[in-house]
């Protein structure tokens, strides 16, 4: 077991590395108000684009920038569901072609689960 410990440091040590001739990127301090009346500071970097709104670290609500801000409404696309990729490949007709096709198949037991296929019928009973 003393193969495996470190030698020279404890866990938990500090950092030996020290911020002496270190250039911190320019930053920008933004201030919030939430709608609950908490002021808090964030800072941003220089150049990064500033949201109007920010979640409140006290109480969750949305906090609105202090320096007057402008709120922007983005262009949302909806969201493509997975028919709509689908209309994009196949036509109606042709869509309706294969279900007719695997309907098919699942019926006469050629695929899907034992509990789904019809039952054969038999030839006519000889009497």
């Given at each position: 077991?003393?193969?495996?410990?470190?030698?020279?440091t404890?866990?938990?040590?500090?950092?030996?590395?020290?911020?002496?001739?270190?250039?911190?990127?320019?930053?920008?301090?933004?201030?919030?108000e939430?709608?609950q009346?908490?002021?808090?500071?964030?800072v941003?970097?220089?150049?990064?684009?500033?949201?109007?709104?920010?979640?409140c670290?006290r109480?969750?609500?949305?906090?609105?920038?202090?320096?007057?801000?402008?709120?922007?409404d983005?262009?949302?696309?909806?969201?493509?569901?997975?028919?709509?990729?689908?209309?994009?490949?196949?036509?109606?007709?042709?869509?309706?072609?294969?279900l007719?096709?695997?309907l098919?198949l699942?019926r006469?037991?050629?695929?899907?689960?034992?509990h789904?296929?019809?039952?054969?019928?038999?030839?006519?009973?000889s009497?």
């Amino acid at each position: 077991m003393s193969d495996r410990a470190l030698r020279g440091t404890r866990l938990g040590a500090q950092s030996f590395e020290d911020e002496r001739g270190v250039e911190m990127a320019p930053r920008t301090q933004i201030s919030y108000e939430c709608s609950q009346g908490h002021d808090f500071t964030l800072v941003f970097a220089h150049d990064a684009e500033i949201p109007t709104l920010w979640e409140c670290p006290r109480c969750g609500a949305e906090g609105m920038r202090q320096d007057g801000g402008v709120v922007e409404d983005k262009n949302v696309k909806p969201a493509r569901t997975h028919w709509d990729m689908l209309r994009e490949r196949r036509s109606i007709p042709e869509l309706e072609d294969i279900l007719t096709e695997r309907l098919e198949l699942l019926r006469s037991g050629e695929i899907g689960p034992v509990h789904l296929h019809r039952p054969r019928r038999s030839a006519k009973r000889s009497a």
